[in-house]
């Protein structure tokens, strides 16, 4: 899949910080086009390599904060987006690329790997290069500080790392992962998005209490 082009500003907007109303949506998109030839025959163009994460949001305390980030940022500026979900932010034994060999597996000289989520099925399975980790100390869009934490292992024993770069996701061991040797990290993560609404609409609760609705943001491939 090739890359976009759009800027993504390392500004992170932490949807656990952000109260983030109970009707928000998250949502997956496949775009698959479906050619039905004149034989009966049907067959299905993945025009995505995955399905792409999208969320409608509403906020109610900081709904100052989310008008801020579209008057700057609007649709043509991304942002790194924290999901409040668990399972869109929390990844747990994932197994590591080796960025020279581009397998899972430890090769006895090469100390980089790229952080990636594998979902599967018994029949098969997609991949996700997380590229955005969130590791040591981060500040959102309101001033707010949070930690996170990273745990490299190989073959299931942590080991330490030496550095995470929180804009590849490449992960660099202290010491090479050996031959034939399995490297898994359990990690958090980022979603680079942008705004898809056109309008951000504020609903006016009391003079000076309302909330921003239905606030369109979109997972940028």
């Known amino acids: 899949m090739a890359e976009s082009a759009i800027t993504i500003d390392q500004v992170y907007l932490d949807g656990r910080v952000i109260d983030v109303l109970t009707n928000a949506v998250s949502t997956l998109e496949a775009n698959d086009a479906v050619v039905s030839a004149d034989n009966g025959l049907v067959s299905v163009n ?80 997609v991949t996700m290069d997380v590229n955005y980790p969130l590791y040591g100390s981060q500040t959102d869009i309101e001033g707010n500080s949070f930690s996170t934490s990273l745990t490299a292992y190989n073959d299931g024993v942590s080991v330490p790392v030496s550095a995470v770069n929180l804009t590849t996701g490449v992960l660099t061991f202290t010491t090479a ?45």
């Open 46 to 125: 993945e025009r995505w390599d995955r399905a792409k994460q999208s969320w409608t949001l509403s906020w109610g305390p900081h709904s100052l904060t989310i008008k801020r980030l579209f008057k700057v940022n609007r649709t043509s500026r991304g942002f790194l987006f924290v999901s409040p979900v668990n399972d869109e932010r929390i990844a747990t034994g994932q197994l590591l690329r080796n960025t020279v060999t581009g397998l899972n597996v430890g090769d006895g000289s090469t100390t980089t790997f790229q952080l990636q989520i594998i979902d599967s099925t018994s029949a098969s399975s």
């Open 177 to 221: 992962p050996g031959v034939g040797v399995i490297p898994t990290a359990d990690f958090q993560y980022a979603w680079p998005a942008k705004f898809t609404s056109k309008t951000i609409s504020t609903t006016w609760m009391t003079r000076e209490v309302f909330q921003v609705r239905s606030a369109q943001i979109e997972e940028i491939f």
